[in-house]
């Protein structure tokens, strides 16, 4: 079956670093993005892995490991801005998107 | 380059009614897709085309729910008739290719809500 798991809010404070925890379990994998989505507006691009390790762009860093069906988003110098929901979808065999239930994050001053 | 566009941005209907919705992809996206996403969820994937194909519509309610894209451009996705556990933002995306990079570009999303 298809399970993509991750926590359904977290808080942070401004300055600080987070990290978004995702585990997935599906029938096909070609690789794993992270999207951010404001309250009303579209998910937005923020990362891709296909292979193993780390992938940093700025202030933030996407991890995969494909043998532990695991990923995470690493945001650091939060700003109030951030305050979103972060998403988690894996791209099957057929270009197919499964995208887990997003995980709504508070930034706090 | 000019985005995915999505019409109308808000729709208001009473349940049974029928509605449709409006996508226009990126120039050039061969692969386009329509995700309902309910609140508090993240997006489903309801059709995807490819050109204008039908690539996996596994869980497009079909007795309700129908789509097109005739001529590999646009694309529209009708409800009829709209039942109250409808209500959920409709996104379009869209994508180039399948190659090792591969991105899907989202609209602004129609939201729909049934009462």
């Known amino acids: 079956g298809q399970n993509i798991d991750q926590p359904t809010e977290m808080t942070a404070t401004e300055g600080a670093i987070v990290q978004i925890n995702c585990t997935y379990q599906?029938?096909?994998?070609?690789?794993l993005f992270w999207y951010q989505q404001h309250a009303g507006e579209a998910p937005t691009f923020l990362s891709y892995?296909?292979?193993?390790g780390l992938e940093e762009k700025g202030r933030f860093s996407s991890f995969l490991s494909r043998s532990k069906g695991y990923s995470y988003l690493l945001l650091k110098e939060l700003q109030m801005k951030d305050s979103a929901s972060y998403l988690c979808?894996?791209?099957?065999?057929?270009?197919?998107?499964?995208f887990g239930t997003g995980t709504r994050l508070q930034v706090f001053p | 380059e000019a985005g995915v566009a999505q019409s109308p941005r808000y729709k208001i209907i009473e349940k049974r009614q029928s509605v449709a919705f409006w996508c226009n992809p990126i120039?050039?996206?061969?692969?386009l897709y329509w995700y309902q996403q309910i609140l508090g969820q993240g997006p489903k994937l309801l059709i995807q085309?490819?050109?204008?194909?039908?690539?996996?519509d596994s869980q497009l309610p079909k007795d309700r729910f129908s789509a097109e894209r005739l001529k590999g451009v646009d694309s529209t996705l009708k409800i009829q008739p709209a039942k109250l556990e409808d209500s959920a933002v409709y996104l379009c995306?869209?994508?180039?290719?399948?190659?090792?990079?591969?991105?899907?570009?989202f609209g602004p999303g129609t939201r729909l809500t049934v009462t």
């Open positions: 995306a869209s994508t180039t290719s399948s190659g090792i990079y591969y991105e899907q570009y």
């Open positions: 599906t029938s096909g994998f070609n690789g």
């Open positions: 892995n296909v292979l193993d």
């Open positions: 979808a894996v791209r099957e065999d057929t270009d197919k998107l499964i």
């Open positions: 120039s050039g996206h061969a692969t």
């Open positions: 085309f490819q050109n204008n194909g039908v690539v996996d």
